[in-house]
């Protein structure tokens, strides 16, 4: 199963309401057969949609193609780190945190938000 596919039912999407919330989120126009191409592997898009894809399904246009198994490229502890959210906590402390981050997204699994 393709990735977009695998994707699209995560979110519980018909094909039609996944086409209908793309094209309008993004302003594109794509047609039921273009979806369905994507889905079947029949068809690639092109690079400026294949970014509005991976912003959609809140993973990284590697892992949308099928060339990483890793959804996202920046991890959440980076993000945390980089508001300096734990700077005052000592090493063993930011190991726990890690770690309880890293088992709330396997239990999870960070779903895309619509906007």
Same mark, same amino acid.
């Given at each position: 199963?393709? &990735? !977009?596919?695998?994707l699209r039912l995560?979110? %519980?999407?018909?094909?039609?309401?996944? &086409?209908?919330?793309?094209?309008?989120?993004? =302003?594109?126009?794509?047609?039921?057969?273009?979806?369905?191409? !994507?889905?079947?592997? %029949? &068809?690639?898009?092109?690079i400026s949609a294949? /970014?509005?894809?991976?912003?959609?399904?809140?993973?990284?246009?590697?892992?949308? +193609?099928?060339?990483? =198994?890793?959804?996202?490229?920046?991890?959440?502890?980076?993000?945390? &780190?980089?508001? =300096? +959210?734990?700077?005052? +906590?000592?090493? #063993?402390?930011?190991?726990?945190? #890690?770690? !309880?981050?890293?088992?709330?997204? +396997?239990?999870?699994? /960070? /779903?895309?938000?619509?906007?």
């Amino acid at each position: 199963m393709s &990735r !977009f596919k695998e994707l699209r039912l995560e979110l %519980k999407l018909t094909q039609e309401k996944f &086409r209908q919330q793309f094209n309008h989120e993004y =302003n594109r126009s794509y047609t039921a057969a273009a979806i369905s191409q !994507f889905e079947n592997d %029949k &068809r690639t898009p092109e690079i400026s949609a294949l /970014k509005d894809f991976s912003d959609f399904f809140n993973v990284s246009i590697d892992y949308l +193609l099928g060339q990483s =198994n890793i959804k996202t490229e920046i991890s959440t502890i980076a993000l945390h &780190r980089q508001d =300096n +959210l734990m700077d005052d +906590l000592p090493p #063993e402390a930011i190991e726990r945190v #890690e770690e !309880f981050i890293e088992l709330m997204r +396997l239990k999870y699994q /960070k /779903k895309p938000t619509t906007k």
